[in-house]
């Protein structure tokens, strides 16, 4: 029994570290640019290249590299990408060995030449959906689809979005699909029966999932296809062969309760699904229970959206409840749901168990001071490297104020901020302004527009932010800013005014029961009053 527990918990926290992200390939090419153009040992022996040889050869030998890697890579999907790493960093340093060998090739003025040795990248992305959305017949399809038909061809990612394929555009597909399966690890088939009759719809898309069934993907998109529970069936052949997804998309479907119980049904296994976007569907309560099992079934989750779904209480905590059994995730967007206070109670117990979360979007759950408590006092104990906060439209009030606060003082790596549509005020504001005075030096946009706040929570804010090195824009519009306040705040961010989001619905006459609506002589008295009226909400990054 222990062996298996552990064997649960290695599987849970196993990493994957192919393929390298953009970044990581282009800081390869950078440092092969570097020494193809600097003094090295190597180029005591073999001479330098110029910086655009060195570019231009850095480019090539890094997409080669990667295709390579990546080949062998998909050739042993299940290990955990290490030794494509070592043979990607293997086959540049040989290529590179390769061109220093040649020497430089722009003498006199001729142009820069790549070495034939080194081999062309081959391409494993077949994408169709630039241009313009349009249907697709017959024989536009056979001359796009040429490329896949070649034999030997490398494609192992295909997307077919923006394109609407009917019937003979579909049969034109089938026999070519099938002949690729095989090697096939990502398929993007989102928005591609677009303004066809239901009939003919289904008919497509059963047609391209027996095509595609028993491939081996880890990425598949059926996103903006108005599936409902009848286009969710369409494609059981091809959803009940797939064991091994680890992103799946399911955006803008129409995905109902019965269509939300037909996913949870279909997929035998989600144990390796890292992430799952259910975004923009009429599930409901009733259907939030059954997407709560497919979570439930993916200890490996790094990053599920389920926004804009029409859930309320009882499937919120169903959902919450499951990603509590999810302890990998790192961005959780749960935003435009009925959830209440319940459900946001219920998530804040669920996030002890995440303690790399680095983004969370919980905007307009009606989570009201209650919930918004729970969930930044559960937050400020058990995700140290949050980066985005996003918890706007829950109604708000001073009274959660001190608890935002500390929660995000004690996120230093805090990059976005969003807390619109509240009810903070001047005195919440400045609670929130202290509490990134200082630190917070990787934080880039902060948005408090409609608070109810005025000149003298807007002075404070704004010089909290405008210094922080990585800061690109302070929202704060439709609040009751005076004309002087407005002035200050241009004075404020004077040497970078694109700082400073636009303050077209800031209404300067606004009022509110509180703080009535004179805002001229009156608001440096009042301003100076905060003072007294704060000291118990101080809050400091040791609280």
């Known amino acids: 029994m222990e062996t298996e527990t552990q064997n649960v918990q290695h ?16 800081t390869l090419v950078e440092r092969m640019t570097k020494n193809l153009s600097t003094p090295s040992v190597f180029s005591k022996k073999y001479g330098l290249l110029n910086q655009e040889e060195a570019v231009e050869n850095s480019k090539h030998i890094e997409d080669s590299a990667f295709a390579s890697a990546n080949e062998h890579y998909e050739r042993e999907p299940d290990g955990d990408g290490s030794s494509a790493v070592q043979l990607y960093a293997k086959e540049a340093s040989k290529l590179m060995l390769e061109v220093l060998k040649r020497g430089s090739r722009t003498q006199n003025g001729i142009e820069a030449h790549v070495p034939e040795g080194v081999p062309a990248p081959r391409e494993t992305f077949f994408d169709i959906s630039r241009g313009r959305r349009a249907f697709i017949d017959a024989e536009e399809a056979e001359d796009l689809l040429k490329p896949l038909s070649k034999p030997g ?16 555009a579909a049969r034109i597909a089938e026999p070519i699909l099938a002949s690729i399966k095989g090697q096939l690890t990502e398929v993007d088939l989102s928005d591609f029966i677009a303004g066809r009759p239901e009939d003919e719809a289904i008919e497509v898309m059963n047609i391209f999932s027996k095509a595609l069934e028993g491939c081996i993907l880890r990425t598949l998109n059926l996103s903006d296809n108005a599936l409902g529970e009848k286009g969710v069936r369409a494609f059981d052949a091809l959803l009940k062969s797939q064991s091994n997804l680890e992103e799946l998309y399911l955006m803008n479907d129409g995905i109902s309760e019965e269509a939300a119980q037909a996913v949870s049904e279909l997929i035998p296994s989600t144990e390796k699904l890292k ?19 497919v979570v439930e079934g993916s200890p490996a989750l790094v990053d599920f959206r389920c926004s804009s779904t029409r859930v309320g209480e009882e499937g919120g905590i169903a959902l919450v409840e499951a990603l509590g059994k999810c302890s990998n995730l790192k961005k959780i967007d749960l935003r435009d749901n009925m959830f209440g ?21 919980l905007s307009y759950l009606n989570l009201e001071n209650e919930g918004a408590i729970a969930l930044v006092d559960a937050l400020k104990e058990n995700a140290p490297s949050l980066e985005v906060l996003d918890m706007a439209g829950n109604e708000i009030t001073l009274e959660a104020a001190p608890a935002l606060a500390a929660c995000i003082a004690a996120k230093e790596s805090l990059t976005k901020l969003n807390l619109s549509e509240n009810e903070l005020k001047d005195e919440g504001t400045i609670l929130i302004a202290r509490a990134l005075e200082n630190g917070h030096k ?9 608070n109810a706040m005025r000149r003298a929570g807007a002075r404070v804010l704004a ?22 306040g407005i002035d200050e705040l241009k004075d404020i961010f004077k040497k970078s005014l694109d700082l400073l989001g636009p303050l077209d619905e800031n209404d300067p006459e606004g009022e509110d029961d509180d703080q009535g609506s ?4 009156g608001e440096e008295d009042n301003e100076d009053g905060l003072g007294s009226q704060l000291k118990n909400l101080e809050v400091s990054k040791d609280n």
């Not at 799952?276 to 997407?291: C, K, P, W």
Request: glycine share 6%.
């Open 11 to 26: 599987r849970s926290f196993s990493i994957k570290l192919w393929p390298p992200s953009q970044s990581t390939r282009l």
């Open 153 to 168: 061809n490398s494609y192992t990612k295909i997307c077919f979005s923006n394109r609407s394929f009917g019937l003979e």
């Open 275 to 293: 992430i799952l976007h259910f975004h923009n569907n009429m599930t409901g309560d009733e259907g939030a229970v059954y997407i709560a099992k």
């Open 341 to 361: 206070v319940e459900a946001g109670v219920a998530l804040s117990k669920a996030l002890s168990s995440h303690a790399g979360l680095t983004e969370i979007y």
């Open 442 to 450: 990787q934080l880039k946009e902060v948005d408090l527009s409609t």
């Open 463 to 484: 010089q909290a932010v405008v210094n922080k090195p990585e800061f690109k824009l302070l929202t704060i519009n439709g609040n009751y800013i005076s004309d002087e």
């Open 518 to 521: 004179n805002e001229d002589e």
